[in-house]
Protein backbone atom coordinates (compact mmCIF):
# COMPACT_ATOMS: atom_id res chain seq x y z
CA UNK A 1 0.00 0.00 0.00
CA UNK A 2 1.72 3.19 -1.32
CA UNK A 3 -0.06 5.42 0.42
CA UNK A 4 0.13 9.22 -0.73
CA UNK A 5 3.08 9.36 -3.39
CA UNK A 6 4.33 12.69 -4.34
CA UNK A 7 6.42 13.63 -7.45
CA UNK A 8 9.11 14.79 -8.27
CA UNK A 9 10.62 14.67 -4.93
CA UNK A 10 12.98 17.89 -5.40
CA UNK A 11 13.43 20.07 -8.39
CA UNK A 12 15.31 23.62 -9.17
CA UNK A 13 13.67 26.16 -11.20
CA UNK A 14 14.90 29.48 -12.42
CA UNK A 15 12.54 32.66 -11.76
CA UNK A 16 9.59 32.77 -13.78
CA UNK A 17 9.70 28.95 -15.26
CA UNK A 18 6.65 26.85 -14.63
CA UNK A 19 5.82 23.56 -13.06
CA UNK A 20 3.61 21.09 -11.42
CA UNK A 21 3.43 19.14 -8.78
CA UNK A 22 1.88 15.87 -8.73
CA UNK A 23 0.24 14.08 -5.57
CA UNK A 24 -1.52 10.57 -5.65
CA UNK A 25 -3.31 8.75 -2.94
CA UNK A 26 -4.41 5.07 -3.25
CA UNK A 27 -6.61 5.21 -0.23
CA UNK A 28 -9.67 6.18 -1.97
CA UNK A 29 -9.78 9.34 -0.10
CA UNK A 30 -12.61 12.49 -1.08
CA UNK A 31 -10.10 14.81 0.47
CA UNK A 32 -6.68 16.13 -0.24
CA UNK A 33 -4.78 19.22 0.36
CA UNK A 34 -1.28 20.67 -0.45
CA UNK A 35 0.69 22.42 2.17
CA UNK A 36 3.99 24.15 2.57
CA UNK A 37 6.87 23.87 4.90
CA UNK A 38 8.91 27.02 5.33
CA UNK A 39 12.38 27.07 7.97
CA UNK A 40 11.62 27.14 11.29
CA UNK A 41 7.76 27.32 10.76
CA UNK A 42 4.78 25.03 10.55
CA UNK A 43 3.00 23.31 7.37
CA UNK A 44 0.53 26.60 6.08
CA UNK A 45 -2.58 25.33 3.91
CA UNK A 46 -2.15 26.18 0.18
CA UNK A 47 -5.23 25.00 -1.23
CA UNK A 48 -7.77 21.67 -0.41
CA UNK A 49 -10.39 19.85 -2.14
CA UNK A 50 -13.18 17.86 -1.10
CA UNK A 51 -13.88 15.83 -4.05
CA UNK A 52 -13.20 15.15 -7.68
CA UNK A 53 -14.00 18.53 -9.36
CA UNK A 54 -13.46 20.87 -6.51
CA UNK A 55 -10.85 22.97 -4.73
CA UNK A 56 -10.60 25.48 -2.64
CA UNK A 57 -8.16 28.16 -0.87
CA UNK A 58 -6.01 27.77 1.62
CA UNK A 59 -4.36 30.06 4.08
CA UNK A 60 -1.80 30.96 1.52
CA UNK A 61 -3.16 30.25 -2.02
CA UNK A 62 -1.79 33.39 -4.31
CA UNK A 63 0.88 32.00 -6.88
CA UNK A 64 -0.54 28.27 -6.86
CA UNK A 65 -3.19 26.74 -9.20
CA UNK A 66 -4.46 23.52 -8.28
CA UNK A 67 -6.56 20.98 -10.27
CA UNK A 68 -9.01 17.76 -9.21
CA UNK A 69 -9.63 15.85 -12.95
CA UNK A 70 -9.43 12.31 -11.05
CA UNK A 71 -9.94 11.01 -7.42
CA UNK A 72 -6.98 9.92 -7.05
CA UNK A 73 -4.80 13.00 -8.06
CA UNK A 74 -4.28 16.77 -6.70
CA UNK A 75 -1.96 18.62 -9.10
CA UNK A 76 -0.49 21.99 -7.34
CA UNK A 77 1.02 24.12 -10.30
CA UNK A 78 3.75 27.06 -10.16
CA UNK A 79 2.58 29.03 -13.53
CA UNK A 80 5.92 31.79 -12.58
CA UNK A 81 7.74 30.80 -10.12
CA UNK A 82 9.42 33.22 -7.59
CA UNK A 83 12.36 32.62 -5.04
CA UNK A 84 9.66 33.18 -2.28
CA UNK A 85 8.44 30.29 -3.22
CA UNK A 86 11.15 27.80 -2.39
CA UNK A 87 9.79 25.68 0.03
CA UNK A 88 9.30 22.12 1.22
CA UNK A 89 5.16 21.02 -0.62
CA UNK A 90 3.71 18.21 1.26
CA UNK A 91 0.35 16.89 -0.31
CA UNK A 92 -1.93 15.29 2.34
CA UNK A 93 -5.46 12.79 2.02
CA UNK A 94 -8.01 12.02 4.24
CA UNK A 95 -11.76 10.25 4.54
CA UNK A 96 -14.64 12.94 4.81
CA UNK A 97 -14.91 15.57 7.45
CA UNK A 98 -17.36 13.15 9.65
CA UNK A 99 -15.46 10.48 10.60
CA UNK A 100 -12.64 13.12 12.25
CA UNK A 101 -10.37 10.46 10.43
CA UNK A 102 -6.06 11.37 10.19
CA UNK A 103 -4.58 13.07 7.41
CA UNK A 104 -2.23 11.11 5.60
CA UNK A 105 1.04 12.90 4.17
CA UNK A 106 3.22 12.37 1.76
CA UNK A 107 7.21 12.62 1.89
CA UNK A 108 7.50 15.81 0.17
CA UNK A 109 8.86 17.93 -2.91
CA UNK A 110 11.65 19.96 -2.07
CA UNK A 111 11.60 23.02 -4.35
CA UNK A 112 14.46 26.07 -5.16
CA UNK A 113 13.45 28.75 -7.23
CA UNK A 114 16.84 30.54 -8.24
CA UNK B 1 -9.41 28.90 14.36
CA UNK B 2 -8.89 28.27 18.26
CA UNK B 3 -4.89 28.68 18.49
CA UNK B 4 -3.00 26.23 20.47
CA UNK B 5 0.50 26.93 22.92
CA UNK B 6 3.80 24.62 23.13
CA UNK B 7 7.18 24.74 23.97
CA UNK B 8 9.41 24.99 21.38
CA UNK B 9 11.64 22.44 22.34
CA UNK B 10 12.19 19.34 24.80
CA UNK B 11 14.55 17.29 25.58
CA UNK B 12 14.41 13.55 27.24
CA UNK B 13 16.53 10.80 27.49
CA UNK B 14 16.04 7.31 26.12
CA UNK B 15 13.47 4.75 27.60
CA UNK B 16 12.26 7.34 29.82
CA UNK B 17 8.50 8.80 29.68
CA UNK B 18 8.14 12.33 27.83
CA UNK B 19 5.14 14.51 28.02
CA UNK B 20 4.44 16.97 25.82
CA UNK B 21 2.26 19.99 27.25
CA UNK B 22 0.53 21.79 24.77
CA UNK B 23 -2.44 24.77 25.93
CA UNK B 24 -5.46 25.59 24.34
CA UNK B 25 -7.81 27.69 26.53
CA UNK B 26 -9.54 29.10 23.56
CA UNK B 27 -11.03 25.53 22.76
CA UNK B 28 -14.57 25.55 22.07
CA UNK B 29 -16.96 22.65 23.15
CA UNK B 30 -16.73 20.92 19.84
CA UNK B 31 -13.07 21.12 19.10
CA UNK B 32 -11.19 17.61 18.74
CA UNK B 33 -7.70 17.72 20.17
CA UNK B 34 -5.22 16.14 17.74
CA UNK B 35 -1.79 15.29 17.50
CA UNK B 36 0.95 14.81 14.74
CA UNK B 37 4.65 14.22 14.43
CA UNK B 38 7.12 15.03 11.85
CA UNK B 39 10.12 12.94 11.67
CA UNK B 40 13.44 14.43 9.94
CA UNK B 41 12.93 14.74 6.23
CA UNK B 42 9.24 13.01 6.38
CA UNK B 43 5.85 14.31 6.07
CA UNK B 44 3.75 14.60 9.09
CA UNK B 45 2.17 11.60 10.67
CA UNK B 46 -0.95 11.40 12.93
CA UNK B 47 -0.52 9.98 16.65
CA UNK B 48 -3.43 10.09 18.36
CA UNK B 49 -6.57 12.47 19.08
CA UNK B 50 -9.20 13.02 21.75
CA UNK B 51 -12.42 15.02 22.47
CA UNK B 52 -12.82 14.91 26.54
CA UNK B 53 -11.38 11.50 28.09
CA UNK B 54 -7.51 10.35 27.52
CA UNK B 55 -6.77 8.09 24.90
CA UNK B 56 -4.56 5.39 24.43
CA UNK B 57 -3.07 3.70 21.38
CA UNK B 58 -0.36 1.99 20.31
CA UNK B 59 2.30 5.00 19.70
CA UNK B 60 1.34 7.31 22.84
CA UNK B 61 -1.00 8.90 25.24
CA UNK B 62 -3.61 11.72 25.81
CA UNK B 63 -4.44 13.48 28.86
CA UNK B 64 -7.21 15.60 28.22
CA UNK B 65 -7.48 18.29 31.37
CA UNK B 66 -10.87 18.54 32.95
CA UNK B 67 -11.73 22.10 31.55
CA UNK B 68 -9.95 20.86 27.95
CA UNK B 69 -8.02 24.42 28.29
CA UNK B 70 -5.17 22.26 27.96
CA UNK B 71 -3.20 18.17 26.87
CA UNK B 72 -0.57 16.45 27.25
CA UNK B 73 0.81 13.94 24.98
CA UNK B 74 2.77 11.46 26.75
CA UNK B 75 5.42 8.95 25.42
CA UNK B 76 5.71 5.86 27.58
CA UNK B 77 9.19 5.19 26.67
CA UNK B 78 11.17 7.74 24.53
CA UNK B 79 13.53 5.62 21.77
CA UNK B 80 15.79 7.53 18.88
CA UNK B 81 13.38 7.29 16.83
CA UNK B 82 10.87 9.66 18.76
CA UNK B 83 12.58 12.59 17.71
CA UNK B 84 10.90 14.41 15.96
CA UNK B 85 8.74 17.96 16.27
CA UNK B 86 4.95 17.06 18.00
CA UNK B 87 2.38 19.23 16.64
CA UNK B 88 -0.81 20.25 18.92
CA UNK B 89 -3.85 20.93 16.69
CA UNK B 90 -7.79 21.95 17.25
CA UNK B 91 -9.85 20.54 15.20
CA UNK B 92 -13.39 20.92 14.11
CA UNK B 93 -15.66 18.37 15.13
CA UNK B 94 -16.72 15.91 12.72
CA UNK B 95 -18.77 17.39 9.58
CA UNK B 96 -17.02 20.33 10.31
CA UNK B 97 -16.50 22.15 6.61
CA UNK B 98 -12.89 20.34 5.74
CA UNK B 99 -10.82 18.45 7.91
CA UNK B 100 -7.83 20.83 7.19
CA UNK B 101 -5.81 21.04 10.01
CA UNK B 102 -3.75 24.52 10.71
CA UNK B 103 -0.40 23.99 11.89
CA UNK B 104 1.94 25.70 14.38
CA UNK B 105 5.44 25.48 14.95
CA UNK B 106 5.19 22.58 17.30
CA UNK B 107 7.78 21.25 20.03
CA UNK B 108 10.94 19.52 19.27
CA UNK B 109 11.67 16.30 20.66
CA UNK B 110 15.26 15.16 21.26
CA UNK B 111 16.01 12.38 22.79
CA UNK B 112 19.39 11.61 24.73
CA UNK B 113 20.66 8.15 24.28
Known amino acids: NAGVTQTPKFRVLKTGQSMTLLCAQD?????MYWYRQDPGMGLRLIHY???????AKGEVPDGYNVSRLKKQNFLLGLESAAPSQTSVYFC?????????????FGNGTRLTVT | DAKTTQPNSMESNEEEPVHLPCNHS???????IHWYRQLPSQGPEYVIH???SNVNNRMASLAIAEDRKSSTLILHRATLRDAAVYYC??????????????FGTGTLLAVQP
Open chain 2, 89 to 102: ILRDRPGGATNKLI
Open chain 1, 27 to 31: MNHEY
Open chain 2, 26 to 32: TISGTDY
Open chain 1, 49 to 55: SVGEGTT
Open chain 2, 50 to 52: GLT
Open chain 1, 92 to 104: ASSYPGQLNSPLH
